[in-house]
């Protein structure tokens, strides 16, 4: 799907947030560049771009640094994905110590591994739930949480030294230098809060209490996905616009239209704000999964679409009062985080809200009055986005009846990401071209011949 991504944004004829008006007709004279580049020269590793800018030009994206992100943005889908698989094998506390740089080996000897071994037969987990575990199921665990971790660090390599690199050049401009060292300072609070999750689930306290299941943090579990969320969000959505901008400097359309007032009108606008409210959707129903997940709700009401034979649980079952710690119960509240019930209920309504919300938005893109007035990519993305939350959707659903398999949910977990993919290419469409793109367009335009 991401690499599907990829190949519609670079197909010759189609392109893709900042400044909402366009120039006025009498534009002042623009310096121009020396040469014109290319659409297909787009991944041409001989593109000299420092020197076919003139330097009254404002610096535009050059596609070494939208490669550099997608590539960013791709690791950072595989970092969920296999997150997930790890915690469905119920890998994730096999490794209870962080270390940062020695961490990066994984035992090489067996007496290595036997002192690794050691040190897990010490947490609750393994006196718990895994006394009868062998050295040899012990590396199975160990190697998907050490690979998580690797994975986790290559990250934070291939993207803060291409990035020191890319500021250094001056191949980015101020703005979004900012924006992208703000995603590099989130790579290094994901690998703490990693941790932090991670020792939640080490804690001695699940010893003494009765019936406990040792596992990690479903605040922090949530908080690890959601800064994962985000720097993919941010690293896709940064790619995606250096893409299309580039190839519209270049001279291919925005969007697909010729005028670009169209990308100021209400009717754009108006669906702006739609995929705006359905990114933020979106991402608060992946966080509710994040809990269900902590819990292990999704193990509660293996049914669809009634929960224990009615649409809604009791109420007595969906605010329990053995939730609050207080005395006084003041501290009902607790139910929505920590209910299995009541957490699974949640995401079922908030999941049902965002397919009902996207079905909207393309029964709307749909009605021919509409369909003519929009630029085709936004028709073509609005369209991506209800076939993936169809198919999310079918998943949850899945996952849910054959009671949580590790394929399922492991797909489902992806599945949010790349609905979310799908309506970030969906904002992208929707925004209109960068002051410095418009620049690069004029001059380039006055170039030709």
């Known amino acids: 799907m991401l690499l599907g991504s990829i190949a519609r944004a670079l197909r010759p004829g189609r392109t893709?947030?900042?400044?909402?008006?366009?120039?006025?007709?009498?534009?002042?004279?623009?310096?121009?560049?020396?040469?014109?580049?290319?659409?297909?020269?787009f991944f041409s590793s001989n593109l000299r771009f420092s020197s076919t800018v003139n330097a009254s030009l404002p610096i535009l994206t050059p596609?070494?640094?939208?490669?550099?992100?997608?590539?960013?943005?791709?690791?950072?889908?595989?970092?969920?994905?296999?997150?997930?698989v790890t915690r469905l094998t119920e890998s994730g506390l096999?490794?209870?110590?962080?270390?940062?740089?020695?961490?990066?080996?994984?035992?090489?000897?067996?007496?290595?591994?036997?002192?690794?071994?050691?040190?897990?037969?010490l947490t609750p987990e393994f006196k718990l739930l895994n006394s009868n575990m062998t050295i040899h199921d012990f590396k199975k665990i160990f190697y998907m949480e050490w690979g998580h971790r690797i994975l986790g660090r290559l990250i934070g390599l291939t993207f803060v030294g291409p990035l020191c690199y890319f500021v250094v050049r001056k191949k980015v401009a101020k703005p979004i230098a900012l924006r992208l060292s703000g995603l590099a300072v989130l790579i290094g609070l994901q690998g703490l809060m990693g941790w932090y999750m991670?020792?939640?689930?080490?804690?001695?306290?699940?010893?003494?209490?009765?019936?406990?299941?040792?596992?990690?943090?479903?605040?922090?579990l949530a908080s690890h996905l959601a800064l994962a969320f985000a720097l993919y969000a941010g690293m896709f959505h940064a790619g995606m616009t250096a893409i299309k901008e580039w190839k519209f400097a270049n001279g291919q359309l925005w969007s697909g239209v010729n005028d670009l007032t169209v990308m100021n009108s209400k009717l754009v606008r108006q669906f702006r704000l739609q995929a705006r409210s359905l990114f933020g959707l979106v991402f608060i129903t992946a966080m509710a999964g994040a809990f269900v997940a902590g819990l292990d709700a999704g193990l509660v009401y293996n049914e669809w679409p009634l929960m224990g034979g009615r649409l809604v649980p009791p109420a007595d079952e969906?605010?329990?009062?053995?939730?609050?710690?207080?005395?006084e119960k003041t501290d009902l509240?607790?139910?929505?985080?920590?209910?299995?019930?009541?957490?699974?209920?949640?995401?079922?309504?908030?999941?049902?809200?965002?397919?009902?919300?996207?079905?909207?938005?393309?029964?709307?893109?749909?009605?021919p009055a509409i369909r003519n007035a929009l630029p085709p990519l936004v028709k073509t993305n609005v369209i991506?986005?209800?076939?993936?939350?169809?198919?999310?959707?079918?998943?949850?659903?899945?996952?849910?009846?054959?009671?949580?398999?590790?394929?399922?949910?492991?797909?489902?977990?992806?599945?949010?990401?790349?609905?979310?993919t799908t309506v970030i290419q969906l904002l992208v469409s929707l925004r209109s071209p960068s002051q410095a793109a418009r620049l690069w367009r004029m001059a380039n335009l006055k170039r030709k011949p």
């Open 16 to 41: 893709a947030f900042s400044t909402p008006r366009f120039f006025a007709a009498q534009a002042p004279s623009i310096p121009l560049i020396s040469r014109v580049v290319k659409p297909s020269h």
């Open 94 to 121: 096999s490794i209870t110590e962080w270390k940062p740089v020695t961490g990066v080996l994984p035992p090489l000897s067996e007496s290595d591994w036997q002192v690794e071994f050691e040190k897990y037969k």
């Open 198 to 220: 991670v020792k939640s689930g080490l804690e001695d306290s699940f010893m003494d209490t009765p019936g406990a299941v040792p596992r990690v943090s479903q605040y922090r």
């Open 318 to 327: 969906l605010v329990s009062p053995s939730y609050a710690k207080t005395l």
């Open 333 to 367: 509240w607790r139910n929505i985080f920590e209910n299995p019930t009541t957490v699974q209920f949640n995401h079922r309504v908030l999941a049902t809200t965002t397919y009902l919300a996207t079905a909207v938005m393309f029964a709307q893109a749909m009605r």
């Open 63 to 84: 596609p070494s640094v939208a490669r550099w992100l997608m590539l960013s943005s791709g690791l950072c889908l595989a970092i969920v994905v296999v997150g997930g």
């Open 384 to 420: 991506a986005a209800f076939g993936m939350v169809n198919i999310q959707f079918l998943l949850g659903i899945g996952t849910l009846l054959y009671l949580v398999p590790t394929p399922l949910a492991a797909a489902h977990q992806a599945g949010s990401l790349m609905l979310l």
